[in-house]
């Protein structure tokens, strides 16, 4: 069944089920890598893209589900708060094994997006279910914070 999907700003046709994960339209079918499968039960965060604003886990999400919606995927990201969280997360070197950075950087957009002055205990919470194999949270949680200066400048 073709369906048709809004990702990046582009509609992109996909021949799948309407049961399908959207991880595996977006890496599979689409080529997108940077989203990255690591649970299945969107409990990891590594799969987290953006549907119509709002982070999202792509693993859990179906492709029946989302046309017409509006998909960004960390290779969409174009945002002013994307940029202040993407330079922040490079100067900041927060990214140890990178696995997990992708839905790190995808939720830290949301809560900037959603709250640009936030407190630990916001960063905290908001990123909960967001897991570093490698525990780089006190560093993703000063990139937030950086950011969010960055996004005052």
């Known amino acids: 069944m073709a369906i048709t999907l809004k990702i990046n700003g582009e509609e992109k046709s996909v021949e799948a089920p309407p ?7 977006i890496r599979d079918m689409l080529g997108m890598t940077g989203t990255k499968f ?4 969107a409990s990891c965060g590594a799969c987290t893209v953006h549907v119509d604003g709002e982070p999202t886990r792509s693993c859990q999400a179906q492709v029946g589900d989302l046309e017409g919606a ?3 995927t960390i290779e969409g990201l174009n ?8 330079s922040a997360w490079a100067d900041l070197d927060v990214v140890q ?7 790190q950087i995808m939720s830290a ?8 002055k936030p407190t630990d205990e ?4 908001y990123m909960w279910g967001n897991v570093c194999r490698c525990a780089t949270y006190t560093r993703i949680r000063a990139a937030i914070h950086e ?5 005052e400048a």
């Open 19 to 25: 049961d399908m994960p959207l991880l595996w339209a």
């Open 38 to 41: 690591g649970c299945g039960v």
């Open 70 to 72: 509006e998909i960004t």
């Open 79 to 86: 945002s002013d708060v994307a940029a202040a969280v993407q």
């Open 97 to 103: 094994c990178g696995y997990c950075q992708s839905g």
């Open 109 to 116: 957009v949301g809560l900037l997006s959603e709250n640009a």
């Open 122 to 125: 916001d960063i905290d919470s």
């Open 147 to 151: 950011a969010s200066k960055r996004m």
